[in-house]
C-alpha cells in the first residue's frame, strides 16, 4: 500500500515563528502536493512539485515556500507563522502520468496563537 | 476554469439504505476523476479512480460513474452502514490541476 506520512498530527506555533510541516512518501511517486483545507473553502493547492528541487505555485502561494531535496520528502515552510495560517494541512503525492491517483497524508492541525 | 460541485453538502440516511452521491464538473476534458473519503480531522482516504475513457468502476459496496459529456459523477453506496459515516470528496484531473468539489457530509443512522 502507498504510505503517505507526515511529520506531525498537531502543531501550535507562535506568530512570526519559523514552522516547518514534512511529508514523506514511499512509492518513488513523482509528483507531491501540498494543501490546506478550511471549513467552507474546501482543499486549497498551496505549491506542488513534478520532480525534485522542481516546485511551482498553487492557487494560494504567498506566505508559504516549499523544498524538495528528495524524490520521497517535500518540506512546507511558514518563513514567518501568522494566525491566519491556522488551518489544517495535507500532503499528497501521485505518479507523474495522467494516471495520477493521489494519495494523501493524515494531515497537520497547525495553530498559530 | 473547470469548477466541482457535489450536491446536497449534506445527507442523513438509515442504515441499509442504498444511495448515491453526486459530482458535477464543468469542463469535459478531463484525465480522470476520483472519490475520496474523508474522516473528522483526517486525511482523504482515496475509494475510486475513474480514468476518462472508462464509465465505471467498483470496489465492494461502492460503485463509481462517470459520463463526461452531462459533466456528471455518481457515488454509489450499496446497503449503507453506520461506518460510512464520512465526508465524500470527488476530485478532476486535466492539464496538471486537481480539481476538488467541496464534499457531501453522509450521516448514516443505525
Known amino acids: 500500500d502507498v504510505k503517505v506520512t507526515q511529520s506531525s498530527r498537531y502543531l501550535v506555533k507562535r506568530t512570526g515563528e519559523k514552522v516547518f510541516l514534512e511529508c514523506v512518501q514511499d512509492m518513488d511517486h513523482e509528483n507531491m502536493f501540498w494543501y490546506r483545507q478550511d471549513p467552507g473553502l474546501g482543499l486549497r493547492l498551496i505549491y506542488f512539485s513534478y520532480d525534485v528541487k522542481m516546485k511551482e505555485k498553487g492557487d494560494i502561494p504567498e506566505g508559504y515556500s516549499v523544498s524538495r531535496e528528495k524524490k520521497e520528502r517535500f518540506s512546507l515552510i511558514l518563513e514567518s507563522a501568522s494566525t491566519n495560517q491556522t488551518s489544517m494541512y495535507l500532503c499528497?503525492?501521485?505518479?507523474?502520468?495522467?494516471?495520477?491517483?493521489?494519495?494523501f497524508g493524515p494531515g497537520t492541525r497547525l495553530t498559530v496563537l | 476554469k473547470q469548477e466541482v460541485t457535489q450536491i446536497p453538502a449534506a445527507l442523513s440516511v438509515p442504515e441499509g439504505e442504498n444511495l448515491v452521491l453526486n459530482c458535477s464538473f464543468t469542463d469535459s476534458a478531463i484525465y480522470n476523476l476520483q472519490w475520496f473519503r474523508q474522516d473528522p480531522g483526517k486525511g482523504l482516504t482515496s475509494l475510486l479512480l475513474?480514468?476518462?475513457?472508462?464509465r465505471e468502476q467498483t470496489s465492494g459496496r461502492l460503485n463509481a460513474s462517470l459520463d463526461k459529456s452531462s459533466g456528471r459523477s455518481t457515488l454509489y453506496i450499496a446497503a449503507s452502514q453506520p461506518g460510512d459515516s464520512a465526508t465524500y470528496l470527488c476530485?478532476?484531473?486535466?492539464?496538471?490541476?486537481?480539481?476538488f468539489g467541496s464534499g457531501t457530509k453522509l450521516n448514516v443512522k443505525p
Open positions: 475513474i480514468q476518462s475513457s472508462q
Open positions: 476530485a478532476i484531473y486535466n492539464f496538471n490541476k486537481f480539481y
Open positions: 499528497a503525492s501521485g505518479r507523474g502520468t495522467n494516471y495520477n491517483e493521489q494519495f
